[in-house]
């Protein structure tokens, strides 16, 4: 014997709604369970939207720490820098050394605080460039080898965060907005 609740009736009929079956429920569950989905995702996308000023802040933070510490340990040790710089075939290493290690200094406090984020990032993906050009690429036997160096990933950041600007939590930002300057965020 069929039980209502499972199997319903038509009005007037022995057979029970085909529209009502258990396995068009399964179906309906499926529809349902993937609205529900869309629906979290659209709710993610929302704070993902929100929260757009975060990635740029974090990135320059901690990027811009590193850089501030790696060139504050250079210019602590100038003597140890010059000499690396002579030993890698760098021209000029006593101009040089202390060249780079300012421009990482210099460079990775403006990041951190976003001041001249833009100008900053083409300064720094320069001299990652000089670095590549003068030191790395010497031992790069293909492009898998290039793609994987730490300088490459350090000039697509610059590029990235030259490209993307310093984020609504800057300097830059709040300067642009103080003179009415376009393109603020």
């Known amino acids: ?91 000029w290493p006593a101009f040089n050394a202390p060249l780079s290690a300012g421009v990482e200094f210099v460079g990775g406090a403006l990041l951190m605080l976003g001041l001249f984020t833009r100008f900053t990032s083409l300064a720094m993906a320069f001299n990652m460039v000089v670095a590549i050009a003068t030191v790395v690429i010497k031992n790069v036997m293909g492009l898998d080898e290039f793609v994987e160096l730490d300088e490459f990933l350090y000039i697509l950041i610059f590029f990235w965060l030259f490209l993307a600007g310093p984020g609504k939590v800057s300097i830059d930002y709040w300067i642009a907005r103080r003179f009415g300057l376009r393109n603020a965020d």
């Open 1 to 91: 014997m069929l039980r209502c609740e499972r199997f319903p009736m038509r009005a007037g009929s022995i057979v029970p709604d085909r529209t009502y079956h258990p396995a068009n429920r399964e179906f309906d569950k499926g529809k349902l369970m993937l609205a529900r989905l869309l629906q979290c995702q659209q709710r993610l996308i929302d704070a993902c939207a929100r929260l757009r000023w975060l990635g740029p802040l974090a990135m320059r933070v901690c990027f811009g720490y590193f850089w501030l510490e790696t060139g504050w340990a250079k210019l602590h040790n100038l003597d140890g820098a010059i000499a690396r710089f002579v030993d890698w075939g760098v021209p």
